[in-house]
């Protein structure tokens, strides 16, 4: 009798990796990054000695984070999103390109298309008791050589006083504490809003699962979320973090940058701030944000991380 | 200001694989595991150049493999479930253990607790018109000794003329085409059925998505499942291959072995299986199956590969 459905795992994996209907295009990139993936784990389930028991249970589990919508936490918990700032913080300083407002990575949970404002807008729900201490931040949106640019799109987006996003929290309204503010002619920004406190996984679900038996933390100091857009400049995506937070140098998704950090100024008067509906001292927070230049259409596109992706 | 929050990709590999909260115990497995999976990952992306828009596709293309069920196709079409027969082969002749009839993979489509009968059933629908050559698969469980196990339980299930399984098609009915035998004294089993066509990943989903992008087909030869279990025998989990089929020597899972392609016996006489429902001369099917002595209760349970895994 032939062996010709016999092989080892040698012989399998260049079965798998080479395998191909005649005729049939495909797509090369795709056959390469398979290729690799699929040899690192045949090698890591032989080196590990994994059983099929383990494997099946590893199984299961990506299918439920899958289905969970959960993906966008394992991704940033295991240090994959702040690797590809990395990556692209890299390719700028071998291109020479102009580095301006440190990148952050932009996390699962951003919502395209919040309310449009110009110049200043309030984040937080106009009437309802405020739960934080109120904060104004405000700032100039520039180009590379310290311009400011007229007409930025300033998308922002944090969590509320229980360290969830709207959309992604059944008691919260749609777009709350999400909005979209136009740049003025002096570039300038302004929002209303409390300061938030941090975030923390969902504690139940394939992520918690994950991290309790990886003995770690889901926990995320807190931080206002960022993506700007103007014609001609590189979509810049990012986070400032405000300071005195206990996770502000142990964030689970380490996506904390020394350049983000915020200063808070308490007591600021509320003089100029009327518009805002403030009347009493509150606590500011000036920001500015330097974009880079765009190298083509495609990096000044206002699309968020799945729209690039897909589209 | 301290650069604490700022690191290289090898810093921040470090990073994600040591951390961990004090005191808390977590599973060293779980976290040899996770390390090795991240870092031969982070190692990946950086080697192939791999940029967040490529990044972001495919954890979308996974969470949509999670969601939709077909984490088994894709495991199965890569090669894993046979790379963990494989490991078992080899962990048999490294301990000198008989092998008895081989192993073949599973597969995603089993379900427990289908109509148990003893010595013969019929597999397929009395009474529906019958959609394929009629057939009836015959034989005897046997030990490593040879001798008859009185009592195994022998599951069997296969696609219908379609290549479709019930439970993951909604035209069939609860355990079409699935049933459990239990050998009578001498260890014999014998169904009826027909002899089923092959099986084709669903045309549309993302394991669709992948093999079309790989340039590979989806394809498996007609087979038939079993998983045999009996009190101080080691589950065997198999399938039998028709011959003839042009899938036979290229399945797209990799499972098909030399050793588990039957004979068809076309024109048996009907005389000795009226029980059955047989009147003409059918196509018969013999095979023995062969199992090995459980090293423990573990090896005994008549336990599918999720149950395993979760239990």
Sequence with gaps: MSQKNEFTLQQLLERVNSRRRSGDAGSDRVRTITARIVGDLFRAIDDLDVSADEFWAASDWL????????????????????????????????????????????????????????????????????????????????????????????????????????????DQKEFALRRRIETDAQGRYRFRSYLPPGYEIPPVGPTAELFQALGRHGNRPAHI??????????????????????????????????????????GTPAAGYESLGISAPFTRVQFDFTMQVARDEEESKPLARMARAVG
């Design 225 to 266: 979320h960022f993506l700007i857009a103007a014609p001609g400049q590189r979509v810049l995506t990012t986070q400032v973090n405000l300071p005195g937070d206990t996770f502000i140098d142990d964030d689970f998704a380490f996506a904390t940058r020394d350049g983000l950090v915020v200063t808070l100024e308490p």
């Design 63 to 170: 299918s439920r984070l899958g289905a969970s919508g959960q993906m966008g936490l394992i991704t940033a918990g295991l240090g994959f999103d702040r690797l590809l700032d990395i990556r692209d913080d890299e390719a700028d300083r071998a291109a020479g390109r102009a580095t301006g407002t440190p990148r952050a990575i932009e996390g699962p949970l951003y919502i395209a298309g919040a309310p449009l404002s110009r110049y200043e807008a309030r984040v937080d729900e106009e009437g309802e008791q405020i739960p934080g201490e109120v904060m104004v931040m405000e700032g100039v949106v520039r180009d590379a050589q310290g311009r400011p640019v007229a007409g930025a799109l300033v998308d922002v987006w944090h969590a509320n006083e229980k360290g969830r996003y709207s959309h992604f929290d059944p």
